[in-house]
């Protein structure tokens, strides 16, 4: 399932028990006291290895949590190997930090008047692993395969409704002609998605193992839910890698992965947000330290809105006006976040719209009255899979306290978390990596019927203006669409969004140039300190 995109898959070893109702009241006492007032001064993603230039040459040593054995470096299906990904593919089109689209594989692209067909033309000169050249046969397979419905591509759901496994031809070797069934003016932002990458034609067979592709990196070794190895790829076409080899170790549990850390026997924590006090606990480490990566991770408190709970817009709203945001990133994350006052889409996109749900608690009172309820107990479920999980719970939990709602924490192992809770229980915690683009977060994730819509939002006019924004050529007009839908998910009380944490990820001080940017890094600049 694609909200497997975003957290390792349901195999994961669990790494604390349910919590009984006493062990609840300590950590909430613990994180209260903890995040206390005030923020904390993090190193920004830039800056790892305190500004120092990454030297030629070295290995750097990742730590990752485990996954399914069912891994796979097959970028269609693949639910969890980021950072094998982005090292050894590349996509026609990807983001920079800005949420721009550039040239990735495809030098250049167009699109006609009606946005129905779209021309990328390839760079030349580019081999795969292998030694192959690159064509645009490659391409045309790739689209087939990612939406052949036996290859269960979470990207299929987002492309299907506009595009068939036969809409890509071959003009000649470096021009792919992509001739859509509806108008799409976004088209190539969806091609920035991880399951895009390329692939050589005819490996679905073998690609989940292979790992050919035409990235900075080649694949060494591979175990699924455990250890492997990338090297650098000489005849890569863009600017060379600074390392010789990533090392990759699978280590289950969050505070093993940081005592490795500590002890200087890996680099780098990926997958792995670490929460405020263990974020102290390394920034005071002399061999260690903290970078922090801007609105990494959208945080959500979902809600089904075809429960009996919340079938009604007015216990919706009525708990989106019940909570205070900036209170409950306080002592949540500690204020490393931006407030997002229930609206998904950051403020970083180009769409976004300034617009959102105040804290109002006598208005909740108001709406919750409205509903038929003087007032409402509720059970909210989460998780420690994530370390943010169980904090957003309890801070909720506070926050509410005199708007008409009381709210009891529910925790669930960690391993059947995203098995047995989200998208099952009425309300939830949950989180996703940003730097989706806009056409896939609002169809993928709030579309009606959206095999990843957490909230069972369905509305008939937010799917009619998606509609319309989709086959909008006139930039200006597609960004007024994209907010009118926004507007609209928000007066429904669709969803719950306190805010956009940024990511505090734990790495050696003998790291330099770390960057990251949504699901991957800077493969390129990244290394050890001269």
């Not at 500690?334 to 006598?362: C, F, I, M, S, W």
Request: with cysteine; charged share 20%; glycine share 8%.
């Amino acid at each position: 399932m694609d909200h497997l995109n975003n957290h390792a898959v349901k195999g994961m070893v669990s790494r604390r028990s349910v919590l009984t109702v006493s062990g609840l009241a300590v950590v909430s006492a613990a994180f209260l006291t903890a995040c206390g007032s005030g923020g904390s001064a993090l190193p920004q993603a830039s800056s790892g290895g305190n500004g120092a230039v990454a030297k030629s040459g070295g290995t750097l040593r990742i730590a990752r949590p485990p996954a399914s054995k069912a891994e796979t470096l097959d970028p269609a299906s693949s639910l969890s190997a980021y950072e094998y990904l982005g090292a050894i593919y590349n996509r026609l089109v990807r983001l920079d930090e800005k949420g721009a689209v550039q040239a990735d594989l495809a030098e250049s692209w167009e699109t006609s008047k009606d946005a129905m067909t779209w021309t990328f033309r390839l760079r030349k000169g580019v081999q795969w692993h292998n030694g192959k050249p690159l064509t645009a046969q490659d391409v045309v397979y790739t689209f087939a395969h990612m939406l052949d419905p036996e290859t269960k591509s979470p990207q299929a759901g987002v492309l299907s409704p506009f595009i068939t496994a036969t809409s890509a031809t071959a003009k000649d070797d470096v021009t792919v002609v992509v001739a859509l069934t509806s108008p799409n003016a976004e088209f190539a932002s969806l091609m920035t998605g991880y399951n895009c990458y390329v692939i050589p034609a005819g490996s679905a067979a073998t690609i989940g193992a292979s790992g050919i592709g035409t990235g900075p990196f080649k694949l060494v070794s591979f175990t699924a839910a455990g250890p492997g190895k990338i090297a650098r790829n000489d005849a890569y076409f863009g600017d060379k890698a600074k390392l010789d080899s990533i090392e990759f170790s699978s280590i289950p549990d969050t505070q093993a992965r940081v005592n490795a850390l500590l002890a200087g026997q890996v680099d780098l924590i990926s997958q792995t947000n670490l929460d405020y006090a263990t974020s102290q606990t390394v920034l005071a480490s002399s061999t260690a330290t903290v970078s922090s990566v801007k609105n990494a991770q959208w945080y959500t408190v979902p809600m089904l809105n075809l429960s009996p709970e919340f079938k009604d817009p007015n216990v919706r709203l009525a708990l989106a006006h019940a909570y205070n945001p900036k209170d409950v990133s306080q002592l949540a994350v500690h204020g490393n976040a931006t407030v997002a006052r229930n609206n998904p889409v950051p403020p970083t996109e180009a769409y976004y719209l300034d617009y959102g749900l105040d804290y109002d608690p006598e208005k909740s009172k108001s709406l919750l009255k409205k509903a038929g309820h003087d007032s409402l107990a509720l059970d909210i479920w989460t998780s420690t899979y994530d370390s943010v999980l169980t904090p957003l719970a309890l801070a909720m939990k506070g926050s509410v306290a005199g708007s008409g709602f009381t709210l009891n924490v529910k925790t669930s192992a960690a391993d059947s978390y995203y098995t047995d809770v989200w998208m099952k229980k009425p309300l939830m915690t949950s989180y996703w990596y940003t730097g989706r683009p806009v056409d896939q977060l609002l169809n993928q994730i709030f579309r009606s019927g959206s095999s990843y819509n957490e909230n069972a939002f369905a509305n008939p006019s937010f799917d009619k203006i998606l509609d319309q924004a989709r086959a909008t050529v006139d930039d200006a007009k597609r960004k007024t669409l994209y907010q009118d839908a926004q507007k609209v998910l928000i007066d429904d009380g669709g969803s719950l969004t306190p805010f956009f944490a940024d990511r505090l990820v734990g790495l050696s001080k003998k790291v330099a140039g770390y960057n990251e940017h949504g699901f991957e890094f800077d493969y390129i600049n990244i290394g050890l300190a001269g």
